[in-house]
């Protein structure tokens, strides 16, 4: 059944609504019970539906994580949203991204920052995700392949960083990417044992970590 663009924008209000649920629910682990006003305002805004393979563009606003090919997945929509909360993003930032995907997470810190740079080790996820940004007019989005573990040397230090696959143990190359004063969101540890990871480093440049919630992405591709 093809949706149309109506029924599209019905459904992503009720994601909207799912993802303030869940936020409500989980209250009490993440610390809040809403979620930053400006992050629910883009998470129904951004077409969730154009980052998702055609077949599954139907399910593309359900709270749910959906594969993307390769073996990774478009995250759910509630971790998207908690995780660029998490951020605490200001228009003025330079942001890294670890994980392009197919562009979901990069379109949503679009709408919110200034620059985004986006490094992916998968080249068709890559290219796919700049087509499907550069299509929405997404001109705000600087993209690399290569190992994200490694960061992004050229363009650091970055406000903030967020990550959307999982290492065992947060890189060192982020940690030093990250300009003090910045915070950086991250999945962690052992496949069956992850945890949502806030990192926060201070003007001294001193590292402190919080977690979060216990999450379960798929794991940080490196090259060895």
């Known amino acids: ?86 951020l605490e993003v200001r228009s003025d930032d330079r942001i890294l991204e670890i994980g392009t995907g197919l562009g979901y997470q990069a379109a949503v810190l679009a709408q919110l920052a200034d620059q985004i740079f986006s490094v992916e080790i998968i080249e068709e996820l890559a290219r796919e995700a700049e087509y499907r940004l550069d299509k929405l007019s997404f001109n705000n989005i600087d993209f690399k392949i290569g190992d994200g573990s490694a960061g992004w040397s050229e363009h650091a230090p970055f406000d903030k960083i967020i990550v959307t696959a999982a290492p065992e143990l947060i890189p060192v190359a982020l940690l030093n990417q990250l300009k003090p004063g910045g915070k950086m969101v991250i999945p962690a540890g052992l496949q069956d044992a992850q945890q949502l990871i806030r990192v926060e480093k201070d003007l001294r440049g001193s590292i402190s970590t919080q977690e979060i919630l216990a999450v379960r992405f798929t794991p940080l591709i490196t090259v060895h």
């Open 1 to 86: 059944m093809t949706h149309t663009e109506a029924q599209f924008a019905t459904a992503r209000r009720e994601m909207v609504e799912l993802i303030a649920l869940h936020t409500h629910a989980v209250g009490d682990r993440i610390g809040k019970t809403s979620l930053d006003e400006r992050v629910m305002k883009v998470m129904g805004t951004v077409p969730r539906h154009e980052f998702v393979p055609e077949p599954l563009k139907t399910f593309a606003y359900l709270d749910q994580p959906l594969p993307i090919g390769f073996g990774k997945t478009i995250s759910q929509p509630f971790i998207v949203a908690l995780m660029t909360d998490l």
